[in-house]
């Protein structure tokens, strides 16, 4: 589960800084899991519900914000798992998906991995088939229901006109889509509950991760887009003659 900027977050707040190439988190609004993330655990929860099971979150950054990584448990996890490091701050989904994938081989005997769709800050939907592809294990994405039929992992899995229903052989990798359904709520009882849950951190060097070798990308420019406002009021005589000229003007445009 990520935690990102919050997606609600009114545009007049959000800041860049060009010169340090980074998008400047407003005080005002503190960060969020990832709603896609959000989703997944959903989708464990309802799993655990059904059948016993352990649901394990893992989290990766350097600098995450223990209120909002708890929110996790406080909704029903049953352990947290916290990938920090300083080099975890850089920009690279190789990086995450080796450290997310070298978290899940450490922690043995993992039947089920249930990622986000996507991020819901770069939506690059990359992390979750990488993982799948370090670990050599089947990856279904853009599932919206997920539940385990005996040993067998039973997949509703999106399409444009519909779903496909998928049988796979446990462990596998799942993305899921907002149609899995929200996170539950959780009140006071839970969130002091989760206090007594255990929490466990990981750094590189623990997870055996070489950075030696990762493609690292640099971000060239980053800035805020401007949309400069032009109006331009279309006169004539009659209603007629001025969807006339503004047909003329929005070819000459070449809008149409």
């Known amino acids: ?46 799993i655990k519900d059904v059948q016993e099971a352990t649901v394990i979150v893992i989290s990766l ?25 300083k080099i975890f701050d850089e920009f690279n989904t190789l990086l995450t998906s080796k450290a997310l994938a070298a978290a899940i081989r450490k922690l043995e005997d993992v039947d089920l991995v249930l990622c986000g769709l996507q991020a819901a800050d770069t939506n690059n939907g990359q992390v979750g088939t990488r993982i799948a592809g370090i670990l050599n294990i089947p990856c279904i994405t853009a599932v919206r ?55 466990t951190t990981w750094d590189a060097e623990e997870l055996g991760i070489e950075t030696g070798d990762m493609d690292f990308k640099s971000i060239v420019r980053m800035n805020t887009p401007v949309y400069p406002e032009n109006c331009e009021i279309i006169e004539g005589k009659n209603p007629e003659e001025m969807a006339v000229n503004l047909a003329e003007k929005l070819k000459e445009i070449e809008i149409i």
């Open 1 to 46: 589960m990520k935690q990102v900027l919050d997606p609600e977050m009114p545009l007049s707040l959000f800041q860049i800084d060009a010169e340090a190439r980074r998008a400047v988190p407003p005080r005002a609004t503190p960060p969020v899991l990832s709603p896609f993330d959000e989703n997944a655990l959903e989708a464990a929860l309802r």
């Open 61 to 85: 950054g350097k600098k995450l914000t223990k209120a909002v990584v708890t929110l996790a448990l406080a909704a029903g996890a049953d352990r947290l798992v916290l990938l920090q490091d």
């Open 145 to 199: 229901k997920v539940e385990f039929v005996g040993n067998v992992l039973r997949i509703e899995k999106t399409v444009s006109d519909g779903y496909e229903v998928i049988e796979t052989a446990s462990p596998a990798l799942v993305t899921v889509t907002g149609e899995v359904g929200t996170l539950r709520k959780s009140g006071m009882e839970a969130f002091i509950s989760a206090a007594k849950k255990p929490i």
